[in-house]
């Protein structure tokens, strides 16, 4: 029993480079998310997905893509980092639209140099 | 448009004492109303949450929460501090608007002190 994956656990990235941070879940949630968390902030939606093939812009989606082409996974992409996407990055699902509680994955730890 | 704030960054409490930790929120509709704690190099986990009804919520590891509609608040509580609940906790909110997107507060770092 896994809940949520997150991969890689922490990264150390170039600027400019291209990067893809996976999140799985495995109990069959319809609605999945990414927050960023940085101190002093707390998290802040980037993108979420109501459901497969679905997608939506959460307060700060700039510089970020997602996809769900299937309910288990919910990349996110980094096209081309910048220092300020230096981060803590959770992905989030939950069973139901709205008033169900979003469960965690472990998060991944992003340096952009 | 929806917002939270938790006033205190830090709370410090002795152990056996009771601890409260506060979160006021900002909604145009409904707020539904979320707890999560975040223990060091964790991801969040759900403590509890206000739909509708009872006014006090309860929640995991003896933690509970009050939703004060006229204070717009929803403050965590719990009678007897442990050491093992020094970590930082999350209030977050949505509006019954439909959208689901989740606002969290800043976070406030709880230490209960042996």
């Known amino acids: 029993i896994a809940g949520i994956t997150q991969a890689p656990t922490s990264q150390i990235l170039a600027a400019g480079r291209r990067m893809t941070l996976r999140c799985t879940q495995d109990m069959r949630h319809n609605a999945m998310y990414w927050y960023r968390q940085d101190l002093g902030l707390g998290l802040r939606l980037i993108h979420y997905?109501?459901?497969?093939?679905?997608?939506g812009k959460g307060e700060v989606p700039d510089g970020y893509s997602v996809s769900r082409a299937n309910t288990d996974d919910f990349p996110l992409t980094l096209a081309s980092a910048v220092p300020s996407q230096t981060s803590v990055y959770f992905c989030?699902?939950?069973?139901?639209?709205?008033?169900?509680?979003?469960?965690f994955g472990p998060g991944t730890r992003l340096t952009v140099l | 448009a929806q917002s939270v704030a938790q006033p205190e960054d830090q709370v410090n409490v002795a152990e056996g004492n009771p601890l409260t930790v506060k979160c006021t929120y900002s909604v145009s509709g409904n707020p539904y109303l979320f707890w999560y704690v975040q223990y060091p190099n964790r991801g969040l986990q759900f403590l509890l949450k206000?739909?509708?009804?009872?006014?006090l919520v309860k929640g995991s590891y003896g933690f509970e929460a009050e939703f004060n509609k006229s204070q717009t608040s929803f403050h965590l509580k719990k009678p007897s501090a442990l050491v093992s609940d020094s970590a930082l906790y999350f209030c977050?909110?949505?509006?019954?608007?439909?959208?689901?997107?989740?606002?969290f507060g800043t976070g406030t770092r709880l230490t209960v002190i042996p």
């Open positions: 977050a909110v949505r509006d019954d608007d439909g959208a689901n997107n989740l606002f």
């Open positions: 997905s109501n459901t497969a093939g679905t997608t």
């Open positions: 206000y739909i509708t009804g009872d006014n």
């Open positions: 989030a699902s939950s069973s139901r639209w709205g008033l169900n509680e979003q469960f």
